[in-house]
């Protein structure tokens, strides 16, 4: 159970439901980043105060200072910050919940100090899956999946001694807000059309990646990473309800699913609490209230950015970086209203094409093949 908490993005959608869950759980929140939301973390210290806290610049923390009274906390900003916030003795467990790359060095950073990470940021585990598990077993750390999918397979796999018998891994897509559409119909589509998700409240950036099944692609690579299997372990079906979270398919045709309402405080307290359980804030699911569950194949041809993913998880190497860095690249230009729905994947594609591919790397390779993969999705003009 943990004792001490940092919180990555806690002003983020991942961050405030993990304050939620703290509120009522004996732990003490020791750090919080956050990137601009200056008036939200003021708010945060003076509920929770922490002894350390970070913004995303010297501006934006000086901002913040000038707003505290009274006992503050340390102010911090930029990589530096998040890394000391990763790091901080007085935290026993860190929820990464910021987006994008820019999670990945603090991700690293506390598990070099054998803390429990309670993983939300999947894009870490995407570019540099290996190198976390790997850093993780050297630093003695674990790392809880947050993700709904990965908790769900986490949880069917309490209690499997030989991960021989796990036969393959299904994780479920809601399908997002454009499910059962035509490419068609799909052509004009703007950010607030694919802002709005059918069973989830999210972050923006996740939000658009549900719309293009730019996610579940994203998230079997997580999967891959976090299990370590091979992508033809990795099935993904549609499954329109967000009841079911994910299941585990075991050597003897047993089936092992995690239902539940959708409610991200269920996943965030396991991490918290894990090998614990403890009541929630979250309501419980009512089986006499539920709708009939359905199950259907994903459409790859409508969705081309799943079968990106799916192709970069086969390839290995950089290609997964590459894929990772030109889609934050591309969703935020979709954002800005840049760029059209249909523009992500090609962005994607040709930024992939154009970033040198390394089978084996290293860190820094990594992170060079991001760089690249950024550089050229944002001088595309199309
Ligand atoms: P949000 O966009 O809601 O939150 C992002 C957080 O990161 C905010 O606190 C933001 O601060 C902070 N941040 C942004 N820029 C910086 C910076 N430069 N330095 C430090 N902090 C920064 O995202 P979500 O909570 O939706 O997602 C977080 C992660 O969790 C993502 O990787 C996502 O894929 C994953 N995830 C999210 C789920 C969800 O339900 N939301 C479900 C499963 C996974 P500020 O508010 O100040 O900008
Ligand atoms: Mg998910």
Same mark, same amino acid.
Request: charged residues 25%; aromatic residues 2%; hydrophobic residues 45%.
């Given at each position: 159970m943990t004792k001490g908490l940092s919180v990555l993005g806690s002003t983020g959608s991942i961050g405030r439901q993990t304050l939620d869950v703290v509120r009522h759980l004996p732990i003490r929140v020791a750090a919080l980043t956050a990137g601009t939301n200056v008036s939200l973390m003021a708010e945060q210290i003076a509920e929770f105060h922490p002894l350390l806290v970070s913004m995303?610049?010297?501006?934006?923390?000086?901002?913040? *200072?000038?707003?505290?009274?009274?006992?503050?906390?340390?102010?911090?900003?930029?990589?530096? !910050?998040?890394?000391?916030?990763?790091?901080?003795?007085?935290?026993?467990?860190?929820?990464?919940?910021?987006?994008?790359?820019?999670? #990945?060095?603090?991700?690293?950073? @506390? #598990?070099?100090? !054998?803390?429990?990470?309670?993983?939300? =940021? *999947?894009?870490?585990?995407?570019?540099?899956?290996?190198?976390?598990m790997q850093r993780a077993r050297a630093g003695g750390a674990e790392i809880i999946p947050v993700d709904s999918e990965h908790s769900a397979i986490f949880q069917c796999l309490m209690g499997c001694r030989d991960r021989s018998e796990v036969r393959r891994l299904i994780l479920t897509c809601s399908g997002g807000p454009f499910f059962g559409k035509t490419r068609q119909?799909?052509?004009?589509?703007?950010?607030?059309? @694919? #802002?709005?998700?059918? =069973?989830? *409240?999210? !972050?923006?950036?996740?939000?658009?990646?549900?719309?293009?099944l730019m996610n579940k692609g994203l998230e079997v690579i997580e999967a891959?990473?976090?299990?370590?299997?091979?992508?033809?372990?990795?099935?993904?079906?549609?499954h329109r309800q967000s009841i079911v979270h994910s299941l585990v398919e075991y050597c003897d045709g047993a089936i092992l699913a995690q239902l539940g309402v959708p409610d991200m405080r269920i996943p965030i307290q396991l991490a918290l609490t894990y090998p614990n359980r403890v009541p929630s804030p979250a309501s419980a699911l009512n089986l006499l209230d539920c709708p009939p569950l359905t199950f259907q194949k994903p459409d790859l041809?409508?969705?081309?950015?799943?079968?990106?993913?799916?192709?970069?998880?086969?390839?290995?190497?950089?290609?997964? @970086?590459?894929? =990772?860095?030109? =889609?934050?690249v591309a969703v935020g230009k979709f954002l800005c209203r840049e760029i059209g729905f249909y523009d992500i994947p090609r962005l994607v594609t040709r930024a992939m094409g154009a970033t040198p591919f390394v089978p084996d790397p290293t860190l820094e390779e990594i992170l060079e093949a991001d760089r690249c993969a950024r550089q050229v999705c944002e001088a595309d003009q199309l």
């Open positions: 995303a610049t010297e501006q934006v923390a000086a901002e913040l *200072k000038a707003r505290l009274t009274g006992e503050t906390p340390l102010v911090l900003w930029g990589e530096d !910050g998040l890394l000391a916030a990763a790091t901080l003795p007085e935290a026993d467990t860190v929820i990464t919940a910021v987006v994008g790359m820019l999670g #990945l060095k603090p991700t690293l950073a @506390a #598990l070099d100090t !054998g803390k429990r990470v309670g993983l939300a =940021n *999947k894009e870490t585990m995407v570019c540099a899956g290996e190198l976390v119909e799909l052509e004009p589509v703007t950010r607030d059309d @694919a #802002l709005r998700h059918p =069973n989830w *409240k999210m !972050g923006e950036k996740i939000t658009v990646d549900c719309a293009t891959m990473r976090l299990y370590e299997l091979p992508p033809e372990q990795v099935s993904v079906v549609i041809e409508t969705f081309p950015c799943l079968q990106i993913a799916l192709d970069a998880a086969r390839r290995g190497g950089t290609a997964c @970086a590459a894929m =990772n860095g030109a =889609n934050e």
